[in-house]
């Protein structure tokens, strides 16, 4: 093995074991020592998927964990760290106390526009380019936090895709991408020891915008730095995207306040028809699990090839889509039926 390789190595199992062990700890003081309830509770109310109160601090688990690991690294965007650890901190006052939708965009906004200006060298490209990997940003963000709310959901996606950057960033060599990727993984790995269905504790916004934001961030600048195609991020993540796209979609397209708490997800969908938590969370990790590795696979593939795995996995993810939908109408017509017997 050459020199390189081994030290891209040791550095990515330091990458994995720290950071997954510093978030177990953290959850672990948090939850027995009754400071979680004290932090931010989830509270179930008439959109929820969950019956009981919830400690949601395992976001701060997740952030804190990463940026340690992240500190130890040789080389780090240290811009990312620093718009990561803001977003986290504006998120988690958001757990505690709420702020206004426009506060949250505008933080996330300001966040995206100096990540691609300053962070991806956007600053010397046109005003369209720089609009829409803003726009991507701020769109990948608020799609991981709309997709946070089932057990294990928002970890799963996290444990898969960042650690498809990471593999990906070994394939080429670029040991700082590998670390940093590992390290968000692998957080996400501790937190969801305690998200697993039934889930102990909640990611809140303080986890899950950051995490969409390093999405997009990181997968960004993996594109930037020539370490894999635009297609990668984009397809790595599909699952969520597909699902909060489409859903937002149909929400704005029917004039519903689309920017409010929902129960019409696709996953939210599966578990209101019946399958619970567990059942929805092991069939979403099949499918984020299926897109990883086919994503990371496809880089080694010639551009044609790279295309029919897109359009595979598009068609697929359509495909489930659709079954969803016509299951869902069918589950709506037995309950009104039901509603109208009683």
């Known amino acids: 093995m050459r020199p390189e390789l ?3 190595s040791l550095s990515a199992l330091l990458s994995l074991a720290l950071p997954f062990g510093v978030s177990v700890l953290i959850l672990l003081a948090l939850l027995k020592s009754g400071v979680a309830r004290n932090l931010a509770m989830d509270l179930p109310n008439q959109r929820s998927l969950h019956t009981v109160a919830i400690p949601r601090v395992g976001g701060v688990a997740i952030i804190f964990a990463t940026l340690i690991a992240w500190s130890l690294l040789p080389e780090r965007p240290a811009l990312l760290i620093l718009l990561t650890a803001a977003l986290a901190g504006i998120s988690f006052v958001d757990d505690r106390r709420g702020l206004p939708v426009v506060v949250r965009l505008l933080a996330h906004g300001a966040a995206a526009l100096l990540l691609v200006l300053f962070g991806l060298n956007g600053s010397d490209a046109d005003v369209w380019r720089v609009a829409g990997l803003t726009a ?3 769109f990948m963000t608020n799609a991981y936090n709309f997709m946070d709310g ?3 959901l928002a970890g799963g996606m996290a444990l898969c895709g960042f650690s498809a950057y990471a593999c990906a960033a070994l394939i080429a060599a670029a040991e700082p991408m590998a670390g940093m990727s590992f390290a968000v993984a692998a957080a996400a790995g501790g937190f969801l020891v305690f998200n697993f269905p039934p889930a102990k504790v909640f990611m ?3 986890g899950s915008i950051p995490l969409g934001f390093l999405a997009a961030g990181l997968g960004l600048l993996g594109w930037r730095q020539g370490l894999w195609p635009l297609w990668f991020p984009l397809l790595v993540f599909s699952p969520f995207l597909a699902d909060a796209g489409v859903t937002l979609l149909r929400r704005i397209w029917r004039g519903e ?7 019409e997800h696709y996953y939210q969908r599966l578990i209101r028809m019946g399958w619970g938590h567990r059942r929805t969370a092991v069939a979403e990790y099949l499918v984020m699990a299926g897109v990883a590795v086919s994503a990371v696979a496809a880089l080694g593939l010639g551009t044609q090839a790279q295309v029919l795995v897109v359009v595979a996995w598009l ?3 359509a495909g489930i889509m659709l079954a969803i939908d016509r299951r869902w109408q069918g589950f709506l017509r037995a309950a009104k039926g039901a509603a109208e017997h009683a």
């Open 6 to 8: 081994s030290a891209i």
């Open 136 to 138: 991507y940003v701020v």
């Open 150 to 152: 089932a057990d294990g």
């Open 204 to 206: 809140g916004d303080a």
């Open 257 to 263: 306040q689309f920017w409010q708490a929902h129960r």
């Open 315 to 317: 068609a697929m993810i």
